[in-house]
């Protein structure tokens, strides 16, 4: 098979149980290389978890989700059967990808430079001077530069998420997975992070991104996929979803932000809100 078919994340059929209590069924993704994906829905619906569940921070239980074609969290047993996958094999599958966390997660004790450094000297064995440079390359990207020396707490929300997209940056992913990067921001510091991500997606970086910011999302993705219950309702581009949503679920979904906004359904000749 041509390389350049195989997506950069595929899940298929994922399903993934907490006990009884099923989050995802049967949810399935394609990814490409230089594709950004956003992912929508209302509080519960699986978003979090089918992204945790792409880099393995999850393990799901049935389905299969791939990196590049290469299985994640499981290899074939001598008799065929599906068994767990060594830490080092996980390690070796997901390298591709990084991840920016909802709450930023820098160590509140360690300056900017030894936060995106820390994780590329331990996990990645990169020697430290040339962590060091990255680290700075890093921050250059996100407007940061001045602050390598800064503390967390010395940081506004805005400038420790994008330390820890630095930090995400700095791996040298294929792919980054977002979930939801601005929710824990104040209003006015959500441009700062956003204006980041959309000049990652405008160098063609592959992104899937959790957010509740839907005019954001209708403008820097490729595709827009709407879940609620752990299943996938909708899928298209932003335009198609945004504007004529064919689902009763996600019109309603939708109908407040649209209201907000001077949209109405089925109205394909208005221009969705940067």
Known sequence: M???????????????????????????????????????????SGKTTALRCANFLET???????????????????????????????AEVRSPLAMVFQQFNLWPHLDVIDNICLPLTVAHRVPRDKAEARAAQ????????????????????????RVGIARALAVKPQAMLLDEPTSALDPELVDEVLSVILSLAADGMTMVMVTHEMGFA???????????AGRVVE????????????????????????????????????????
């Not at 250059?140 to 998420?161: D, I």
């Not at 979803?241 to 208005?270: C, H, I, M, Y």
């Open 235 to 274: 899928s298209g581009p932003p335009k198609t979803l945004f504007e004529n949503p064919e689902t009763d679920r996600l019109r309603a979904f939708l109908k407040t932000w649209r209201q907000r906004n001077g949209l109405s359904v089925g109205t394909a000749q208005q221009e969705l809100p940067a």
């Open 2 to 44: 041509d390389k350049v078919t195989i997506p950069m994340i595929s899940m298929r059929g994922v399903g993934k149980s907490y006990g009884s209590h099923q989050v995802l069924h049967d949810f399935s993704l394609d990814v490409m290389p230089g594709e950004v994906v956003s992912l929508i829905g209302p509080s519960g």
């Open 138 to 161: 890093a921050l250059e990207r996100v407007g940061l530069s001045a602050k390598g020396k800064a503390f967390p707490h010395q940081l506004s929300g805005g400038q420790q998420q």
């Open 60 to 90: 799901y239980q049935q389905g299969e989700v791939r990196i590049r074609g290469a299985l994640l969290g499981y290899e074939e047993g001598p008799a065929g059967q599906r068994q767990p996958a060594s830490e080092r094999s996980i």
């Open 218 to 228: 209708a403008r820097v993705s490729d595709r827009v996929v709407f879940m609620e």
